[in-house]
């Protein structure tokens, strides 16, 4: 079947069932809402009449009640009106020979609103019915009314038949432009083809260069926007490969360095055990410079050994409370720098020598970014459902609203000695425990770092 034919058969199949379907509930929508609308004048005159009547009927003016009555039919598409005592006895019914007067007509509606105090509606095929008690202080009569529908009724008719023939109009244009379309969108479409075709064969070029007509211009730029994150996937896998290698030699080395590092550090041990009053001011310092670069050397091997050592996490019922206290222990926190421990414990589901691993980075980030001003840093435990949430948060300068969206991406940093490899770290952890952490700005001052954990892990 050729596409123009398939184009316009596309487009008559959902026409043919809406000129079908949408004229009868179209009809069905405009019956509803006119006999709604109806019901509505027709309480809200019983309920006005019920009022203007209620000191007539209470002193049996009969003449004034029928001028009213006869009024109301006038003015209104009332046929019938009757305006009766509490016991139902006809008092009036807007004519002047009254026939009616003072029987109780056979009529299960009036039967019904004699007995009740509320107003009563009954819709039937010609007319809207409605009762409405007359009260004063109690009930001493009723307004009973037969609102008709005549004229609702030409007006559903002509809706029908202007839908119909809009629907027809609206066919015809169909039709006619299904053909023009299937004329005019076939080279296009066999270009989007051929580049479909391309990505396919893995030969991801993004220059598809279509511009017209314009659902197709817009096609095929979606497309160009997926071509390129599929470039930019394609290049984070080689990354991501490359940067495992990386990782994978950093933590060799790594491993390596720490011997030496270790010497180095017992060297300053024994020197500094035996320096005294007589040693070179030389060595008094640079012996502190040496110290600190060593310290700084083991911070960035920590780094990499973290990032480079993925392993699935050991799960154990793990006191909260316990493992943040015991997260400071080799951590240097200033004396101007107050840590905040949640009031009450929670018990998590973790592997504790991991997640250690990520409340130290988040620690050591947040006295980093806050250094030498006073500060605080709060951490807040709560349940919610199946998860335990932790926040942790700072009142330091915050994070770069430029590098926000960065933070957890290998190898960035905002800081001049940094690895970029603790947050990703971080991440990896909680993620591997089926958790999430995100960071975000606090509207006053610092930042806020949420870590979302399941109550029950497995191993």
């Not at 004699?114 to 008690?133: A, F, G, K, Q, Y």
């Not at 409340?359 to 709060?378: E, K, P, R």
Request: glycine share 4%; charged share 20%.
């Amino acid at each position: 079947m050729k596409f123009s034919t398939q184009l316009i058969l596309l487009v008559m199949v959902p026409i043919a069932v809406i000129m079908i379907v949408y004229p009868i509930a179209f009809s069905y929508i405009v019956t509803d809402k006119l006999i709604e609308s109806s019901k509505q004048d027709a309480v809200a005159l019983a309920d006005f009449a019920s009022e203007d009547l209620a000191n007539f009927v209470y002193f049996l003016d009969i003449d004034v009640i029928d001028e009213h009555l006869k009024k109301w039919k006038e003015t209104y598409p009332v046929d019938n009106i009757y305006v009766m005592s509490a016991d139902g006895k006809i008092l009036s019914d807007g004519t002047s020979k009254n026939p009616n007067y003072g029987e109780i007509l056979d009529d299960p509606f009036i039967q019904n609103a004699i007995v009740s105090n509320e107003i009563v509606i009954l819709h039937t095929d010609t007319h809207i019915r409605v009762s409405s008690p007359i009260v004063i202080t109690e009930k001493i009569g009723i307004i009973q009314l037969d609102y008709s529908l005549s004229k609702v009724q030409p007006i559903i008719e002509s809706s029908f038949l202007t839908m119909s023939i809009v629907l027809v109009i609206v066919t015809s244009i169909s039709l006619i432009v299904a053909f023009l379309m299937s004329l005019s969108i076939r080279k296009p479409i066999k270009k989007l083809q051929h580049v479909t075709h391309e990505i396919a064969e893995d030969k991801l070029s993004s220059n598809i260069d279509i511009t017209e007509p314009e659902e197709l211009r817009q096609l095929s730029q979606d497309l160009e926007i997926m071509v390129s994150k599929l470039k930019k996937s394609r290049d984070n896998i080689i990354k991501s490969e490359r940067l495992s290698s990386i990782g994978e030699l950093a933590g060799r080395i790594s491993h390596d360095l720490r011997n030496p590092l270790s010497v180095i550090n017992n060297a300053i041990f024994i020197i500094q055990k035996h320096e005294n009053e007589n040693s070179s001011p030389t060595l008094k310092k640079y012996l502190p410079m040496i110290k600190n670069a060593t310290e700084e050397m083991n911070y960035i091997i920590k780094d990499v050994l973290d990032f480079v050592r993925t392993r699935p996490p050991q799960i154990t019922s793990t006191d909260l409370l316990e493992l943040l206290k015991k997260s400071q222990e080799n951590l240097k926190i200033p004396e101007n720098i107050k840590i905040i421990l949640p009031t009450k414990t929670l018990t998590i589901f973790c592997d504790p020598t991991q997640m250690l691993v990520v409340f130290q980075n988040l620690f050591s980030n947040a006295i980093d970014a806050m250094d030498v001003t006073q500060g605080s840093i709060i951490i807040d435990a709560s349940e919610d459902n199946d998860n335990i949430v932790l926040q942790i948060s700072d009142t330091g300068p915050g994070i770069p609203s430029e590098s926000i969206d960065s933070i957890f991406d290998p190898l960035f940093t905002t800081k001049s000695s940094g690895t970029g490899l603790g947050l990703v770290s971080c991440k990896t952890i909680v993620e591997q425990h089926g958790g999430t952490i995100k960071a975000e700005n606090l509207s006053s001052k610092g930042a806020k770092f949420t870590i979302i954990l399941p109550k029950k892990i497995t191993n």
